[in-house]
Every structure is written in structure tokens, then in C-alpha cells.
């Protein structure tokens, strides 16, 4: 697996989160952030039990390719 640091949030108070990866072979996204778990708005999205909700800043998405290139990613 071969894991690209994309970008990590620089408000972080102790730099630790959000982070976000690439992985060049699967050509997948790994985020790191908040772990989902107020009930209710997991209630909402239906998630089947092996998979799990993170939460990141909606400016993180500044480090996704698509948006970063202007979308030639």
C-alpha cells in the first residue's frame, strides 16, 4: 500500500487532526478525523456495521486532488 500525505488541517490545536491521505494503490482516500458518535445523526446515514463515520472540516476538502488541480485529477 502505498499511503500519499495529502494535507493536514493547520487549525488542528495540537496538529494531530484532520488528515487526509491517499492511497495510490487502491486509488481511495483515507481521512482521519472526528469519530461520529452522537446516535442520532448515525441514525441518518444507515452505515452497516463494518464501517464507521470520521468528520472533517469542510475546508479539508481543500487537499482532495479534484479540488486542489482544479479538477484534472
Known amino acids: 500500500m502505498a499511503l500519499e500525505f495529502l494535507g493536514k488541517d493547520p487549525s488542528s490545536p495540537d496538529g494531530d487532526s484532520a488528515t487526509i491521505y491517499r ?3 487502491r486509488d481511495t482516500y483515507l481521512v482521519q478525523g472526528l469519530k461520529v458518535t452522537d446516535q442520532e445523526r448515525l441514525s441518518q446515514l444507515g452505515l452497516p456495521e463494518h464501517e464507521t463515520v470520521v468528520e472533517i472540516p469542510r475546508y479539508m476538502t481543500q487537499f482532495f486532488p479534484e479540488v486542489a488541480d482544479g479538477g484534472r485529477s
Open 23 to 25: 492511497d495510490t494503490d
